[in-house]
């Protein structure tokens, strides 16, 4: 496991975009500004000094009562230099982010996933539809007013009979 | 001119080959593949969200139920994301056990998966010979866990319990006849002429795309990129073991398979060692008395220890503020734990990084341009469980 150097590379190279780098047991977590997303990744992938080849995941997070209210964290390994980082991305209720897809493609599915369950959209996102759950599902459960036993817990389960439903098996 | 059309099929999620509740539409030309749009969550039982509500003990026994043939597996990764937090560290001999554990129950994922794999594909013999070594091995686990899939038994702070003394000699027997076994099942399959033509040069992966993909484990490895999170970031005292990580070349299901095959050999060896040169002590942490309930014959002795008994098992224990992400290679790849820690003895978020539901990401890469009965050799080669796909 080599020393992580990026967040000194990220510092230099968009001084604007970072807006704090922490470690904590020993993980380095750098907050970067949501507009300049792309550009950062597409660096932390292409430099020859860090090459973050593999994303190992990405998580949404509702912080519920700070604001911006939610945050998507990537986390990076470098696949060369033996090192993992994470990216935080700070994001308001209501915004999107631009999608990393077309630099990991790994991001496709993991960004679905925010999607569904945090609400939060991707630009230019190739596919985005929920994943885990059904299309018709109404709300996002990992935001934290979703309640545990989710909305219809209380509904008792209703035999609905075809003639009911106005479509007759006959036609 | 007649006019061509695509025919769509619909494959599962009721359907044996997905080896569980995986749906696949699949567009075909003829035989061929020309899209395929996997649709999966089926499964779905919001273990995140209900991570959220319970301690950090209670959650523990969510783990067991994400990827149901490896439980000691995930128990591991949770109980180290959650011991990171609390900066605490866990005596030699409980590493050793929980490497010896998660080793076995390595073995008997892999025979499930040799054993289904090869069923898929129309090799039904091994089946019983690989259901009887993974029995073997559930048996043992059994004796030390009381459980044979749903362990729960790594605890934060150490494990649950000691080994009994019939444990060690089981597994020294299981790892002295191990080795032949393997060898049996290689005459069944590896040279069968039957097996090659249905897995070599199928649905290969070259390794930038692996990467890509975000694929690991066996199916990473098997296109020839080195990562192994045993060797890159080891836990658990691994750096204690000597062991290899086997690698192939073209990337395709028959290159999967002979990486599965040599990862369970190396297992064994690892096993072995562990079981060789297990040192004796306690199996909790010392220096934690806040997280690791006090031994039986305190509680009755001593009042103290009877209240914080009492305090552990009702309110749970307070993680530090903080967020870490601890992973494990487990039999699919790397499965990791991101925990963000708000201070209070329930995890704020807990994001599991499930292998299978990666891996399962770069099917449609492998199997597009494909004949429509390959698509099961696919599936079984990069060895989803649908358990922890959909969480």
Redo the contacts between chains.
Sequence with gaps: MSKCTASDLLGGKFPEAVKTVSEFRGETTVVIDKARLREVMTFLKANEETRYDLLVDMAGADTGNESPRFFVAYLLHSIPFNNRLRIKVPVAEGDVLDTVSDIWRAADWMEREVYDMFGIGFNKHPDLRRILLPDFFVGHPLRKEFPLKGNDFDTPFRVCLEEEKGNRADG | MAETRFMTVNMGPQHPATHGVLRLLLELDGEIIVKAVPD??YL?R?I???AE?MTYNQALTLTDRLDYTSGISNNLAYCLAVE??L?ITIPKRAQYLRVLMAELQRIAAHLLWVATHALDLGAMTLLFYAFRDRETILETLELVTGARLTPSFIRIGGLAADIPETFLPRVMAFVEDFPKRVDEYETLLTENIIWKKRTRGISPLSGADC????V?GPVLRASG?C?DVRK??PYSSYEDFDFEIPMGKSGDVYDRYLVRLIEMRQSNRIVKQAAAKLPEGPVTAVDAPLVVPPAKEEVGRDIAALIRHFKIMEQGFSVPR????A?IESSKG?L?F?I?SDGTNKP??M?I?PPS??NL??LT?MIEGQMVADVVAAIGSIDIVLGEI??
Excluded: M, P, Q, W
């Excluded at chain 2, 990467?211 to 975000?214: F, L, Q, R, T, V």
């Excluded at chain 2, 903080?322 to 992400?325: C, F, K, M, P």
């Design positions: 999966i969550g779905h919001g995140e969200k209900l509500s990171k937090l900066d990467i890509n993909y975000g690991t990129v990562y890159a970031y903080g967020e870490v992400y992973s790397e990791g991101y963000v704020f978020r994001k990084r539901f990666i990401g770069a890469k959909d969480r």
